[in-house]
């Protein structure tokens, strides 16, 4: 989706002034992944097992599974009609805001017969029952059988009210599956951030983020950070940076943009002569209004480019109006990671991005 030069076999590296390292519609929500960043499920929905041991206070084993795969639990009739097509339409949803087309979660079906041993201790589960006997009914559970594990855990009396309740609930079962996702990531970098960096981004911008080890300081000034990890193949970058407000109505989709142009115009510069990062005008970003820690946030989520230049990627921003200081601050991510899936890094930047605190 964006213009890449067939001459280059190497990567271009871009510099953000330092030494060198190197959009669909707008919409204002989004049903389902992105309802609200601190999605509350129904509490009288919800069978929770929040002890260190599980539900009966003993040792629990760790998750199995990958990162971004939920296992269903489905006949092989209902997966292949209209109950499973549903789910698979809820589980499998764009990654919004990536260049190329990416689903939400990686899917693995198994039958009643087959959920045992390894696959109980599955990170993420969608387990589905039907019985004459049953009233249709829905939970959220979590470290059932494992831990840090979720369940998202149906019950009904035939197929057409198991399809009835998944179409009822589509919005919960993602917003579940998507916020635990990512809330486990947060739970990681949480415990292994580095504290240097934390430090001289709250003595900058007074913002507490938690950036794992890994990272590198680039550029750090009280105007504007960034934050790196670079191989031959990829550039995954954190950028903050603020200014001064007119007040909450400073946060509109126009200024954001035309702000975050403007840093990284100032800040980003491209292997070429008079190159730099803009937002792709042809790729208009994504808008979502989210409410995190009781503050108004609107998160970007969209395509960058070089002016006068052949690199792009995806990248995705949060912006909060801090009245304390009467100012907006950005905490912005974004990739180079050509000709390969970016939904892990992307996520990896979320993560990131969802723990910021003004201080």
């Excluded at 929770?48 to 599980?54: I, L, V």
């Excluded at 019985?131 to 035939?158: G, W």
């Excluded at 990062?277 to 609107?298: A, G, H, R, T």
């Excluded at 974004?334 to 605190?357: D, F, G, H, V, W």
Aim: aromatic share 10%; charged share 25%; hydrophobic share 40%.
């Amino acid at each position: 989706m964006w213009r890449t030069n067939p001459r280059k076999q190497k990567r271009s590296r871009m510099a953000v002034n330092r030494p060198s390292f190197f959009h669909r519609a707008c919409r204002p929500f989004l049903t389902g992944f992105f309802v609200s960043a601190a999605l509350v499920i129904s509490v009288t929905s919800c069978d929770t097992a929040r002890q260190q041991g599980g539900a009966a206070g003993k040792i629990m084993p760790n998750i199995t599974g990958s990162a971004g795969e939920v296992l269903v639990v489905m006949d092989n009739f209902n997966w292949d009609n209209s109950a499973g097509e549903l789910l698979k339409d809820i589980l499998m949803e764009e990654v919004p805001g990536l260049p190329q087309s990416e689903p939400l979660f990686d899917v693995i079906q198994i039958t009643a017969a087959s959920f045992d041993g390894f696959y109980m201790f599955h990170r993420s589960i969608v387990l589905t029952t039907i019985s004459s006997d049953l009233e249709p009914q829905i939970r959220f559970r979590e470290n059932v059988y494992a831990k840090p594990q979720i369940m998202v855990q149906l019950e009904a009396p035939s197929s057409g009210a198991l399809q009835e309740l998944i179409a009822a609930n589509g919005d919960r079962i993602q917003g579940f599956l998507v916020q635990y996702d990512r809330q486990r990531l947060m739970d990681i970098y949480k415990e292994t951030k580095d504290i240097a960096i934390q430090k001289e981004i709250a003595d900058h911008h007074q913002i507490r983020l938690a950036i794992p080890r890994g990272y590198n300081m680039d550029f750090s000034t009280d105007a504007y950070t960034s934050v790196s990890i670079e191989a031959p193949d990829l550039s995954q970058v954190i950028q903050v940076y603020d200014y001064p407000a007119n007040g909450p109505e400073d946060l509109n989709t126009a200024n954001l943009i035309a702000k975050r142009d403007e840093f990284t115009r100032k800040y980003i510069e491209g292997p070429r002569e008079g190159s730099y990062m803009i937002i792709s005008p042809m790729y208009q970003p994504i808008v979502f209004d989210l409410m995190i820690n009781d503050k108004e946030v609107v998160e970007l989520r969209g395509l960058w480019e070089l002016e006068n230049g052949y690199m792009g990627g995806p990248f995705i921003s949060h912006s909060v109006y801090d009245a304390k200081r009467n100012r907006i601050v950005c905490v912005d991510g974004y990739i180079y990671y050509p000709n390969q899936k970016k939904r892990t890094k992307i996520k990896q930047l979320e993560a990131i991005i969802y723990s910021m605190e003004i201080i």
